[in-house]
C-alpha cells in the first residue's frame, strides 16, 4: 500500500480544479444508495401488509411513495455517473498534457534510451490507468463506503443478531483481494510493457516499410511481432487468471452468505419471531451489502495494478531536461551588432 500511497500523493494535486465536482459526485452517491435502502424498506412493508394479507387497499400506503423513490434513485444515478465520468476525462486531459509537456523537454539521449513505442503506450494506456487509481478510484471507493454502510445498518436496524452473524464472512473478501493483489500487480506491469513493446514493432515497421520491403525483411519484422504479441499474450493470460481466480472465490463466499441468510431466517420465521417481509429485507439488505465490500477489495486490486503505470510515468516525470531555466535568469538588454563563434565543439552524450 506504500506505493499507492505515494502514487496518489504525486498525482492527487491534479485534482484540484474538479473537487467540487467530485463532492458533487459523492453527495449523489449518498443520495442514491438512501433511495434504493428507502426502496428495500418500502418493499417489506409491502409483502407484509399487502401480499400476505392479500389486501389491495394496504398495496396502495408502500406502493404510492416506491415510484418517487426510484424515479429519484434513477436521476441522481444518471446525474452522478455522468458528473463522474466528465470529471475522469478531465483528469486524464491534464495528466497527459502534463507528460507531454514534460517529454518536450527532455534530452535526445532519453529518446535513445526508451522506444517511441513505450512511450506512447505510456501516454495512453498508463495515464488512464492512473485515472483509475485517483480519480475513479475515489469515487468508487466512497460509493462503496456509503453504499456498505446504510445497507448493514437497514440489516442491523431490522435485526441486529442475524446481520452480525452474517458480517463474519465479510472480511474474506478483502482477505482474498490481498492476497491476489501482488500476482495482479506483477502481471499488469508485464502487460502494459508489452503493449509499448508490441506499439514500438509495430510504428518502427511501418515507418520503415519501404527499407522492410527493399532488403526482404519482412519475415524478420513478423517475428519480432510474434514475439512480442506472445510476450503481451501470457501477461494477459496470466492477468486474467489471477483475476477469475478472485471473482470465483468471491462468489463461493456469496453462496455461503445466502445460505446463512436463507437458514437463520427460515428458523426465525418458524419460531414466530420473523415475518416473510422482514426476511425478504434483511436478505436484501445483505444481497446489496456483499457487492459493495466486494468492489471495496476490487477496488484494492485495481489500485495496485495502476502502480505499476504509476511507476512508468514516474520514470518519465522524474527524467531531468538536460537545459532549464537559472533560478535568477539575467535581465534582458538590447543587443546590436554581430556574433562570433570561434573553437565551438559540440556532440551528443555518450
Known sequence: MREVRE?????????????????????????????????????????????????????????????????LGAL?????????????????????????????????????????????????????????????GVVGTVAAAFSAVFYSAAALYLRWDLALATFVLAPLFLFAARRFSGRIKEASRDERVADGAITSVVEESLGNVVLTQAYNRRRDEERRLDREARAWMRASVRGARLSEMYEQFVEVVETLCVLAVIGLGVWEISADRMTLGQLLAFAAFIGYL?????????????????????????????????????????????????????????????
Open 76 to 136: 441522481v444515478g444518471y446525474f452522478g455517473n455522468s458528473l463522474a465520468t466528465w470529471t475522469a476525462e478531465r483528469f486524464v486531459l491534464r495528466l497527459r498534457a502534463k507528460v507531454f509537456r514534460h517529454i518536450q523537454d527532455l534530452p535526445p539521449h532519453f529518446f535513445q534510451q526508451h522506444r517511441q513505442g513505450d512511450l506512447v503506450e505510456r501516454l495512453t494506456g498508463d495515464v488512464e490507468a492512473i485515472e483509475q487509481m485517483v480519480v475513479s
Open 7 to 71: 502514487a496518489f500523493r504525486r498525482f492527487w494535486p491534479l485534482t484540484r480544479g474538479d473537487r467540487r465536482w467530485l463532492a458533487a459526485i459523492v453527495a449523489c452517491v449518498v443520495v442514491s444508495a438512501l433511495a434504493e435502502t428507502a426502496a428495500i424498506l418500502l418493499f417489506a412493508e409491502l409483502t407484509d401488509t399487502a401480499l400476505k394479507a392479500g389486501s389491495l387497499s394496504a398495496f396502495w400506503g408502500p406502493a404510492g411513495p416506491w415510484p418517487a423513490v426510484a424515479a
Open 290 to 350: 456483499y457487492p459493495p465490500v466486494r468492489n471495496l477489495g476490487r477496488l484494492g486490486l485495481t489500485l495496485t495494478a495502476a502502480t505499476a503505470g504509476a511507476q512508468r510515468l514516474n520514470e518519465i516525470l522524474d527524467a531531468k531536461p538536460s537545459v532549464g531555466d537559472p533560478a535568477e535568469p539575467v535581465p534582458v538588454w538590447p543587443v546590436r551588432g554581430w556574433v562570433g563563434f570561434h573553437g565551438v565543439h559540440f556532440r551528443y552524450p555518450n
